[in-house]
Structures are given as structure tokens and as C-alpha cells.
């Protein structure tokens, strides 16, 4: 797929930059509420973009991050790339606040 189109499909909701954590029985991943380092926090994208896998060599291209299911079920990428059983993350901050509710 051409860059600018794949790039296109970002919504810049910095979900992905958000950390994640492996819990529960049977485990599932949950999405935290705290970001990486490097997300800006006013419009959601990444403050080292370019080179962002040599400045954080654990950062996942969209294909990684979607083969261990680190991608939340409404992202573009998901409905473009995710195969039919993908199993997204639960967000925790959401989920927190429905059980408050």
C-alpha cells in the first residue's frame, strides 16, 4: 500500500501510544491510561515520528502491534488490516469509568 494512503488511515487518537498491560485469566491486554514518552498530548501525535524506532526500539509498526492485538477494535487499521478474529484490547480507563457509572 502506498505510504500516504496507509498513513491517511490514522485518526491521531494516540490509543496505540498508550501503555498496555497483559492481565486476567484468560489473559487479555488492557489499555492504560498513561502514554509514551513521546506522544503529544494536545494533538496526539508522536513528538520523535521519524524516528521513532531508534529513540524507542520497543515502539510497534501498525502490523506488529496488530499481530499481539494492541490495536483498539474502532481503529482504521484494524478494519483494514486485522484479520477476522482479532481479539482487541479492553480499554481500562473506559472500562473504569462504565463500573463508576
Do not use: W
Not at 491510561?33 to 515520528?49: G, I, K, R, S
Amino acid at each position: 500500500m502506498d505510504t500516504a494512503i496507509h498513513e491517511s488511515l490514522c485518526r491521531r487518537c494516540g490509543t496505540c501510544c498508550r501503555n498496555k498491560v497483559l492481565a486476567g485469566s484468560p489473559p487479555r491486554v488492557f489499555i492504560l491510561a498513561t502514554a509514551c514518552q513521546y506522544l503529544n498530548p494536545d494533538d496526539h501525535t508522536c513528538l520523535v515520528y521519524r524516528d521513532r524506532h531508534t529513540v524507542r526500539p520497543d515502539c510497534l509498526d501498525v502490523f506488529a502491534a496488530l499481530k499481539q492485538g494492541l490495536l483498539p477494535g474502532d481503529c482504521p487499521y484494524v478494519a483494514a488490516y486485522a484479520p477476522p478474529d482479532y481479539v482487541p484490547p479492553i480499554d481500562a480507563v473506559a472500562a473504569a469509568q462504565e463500573t463508576l457509572e
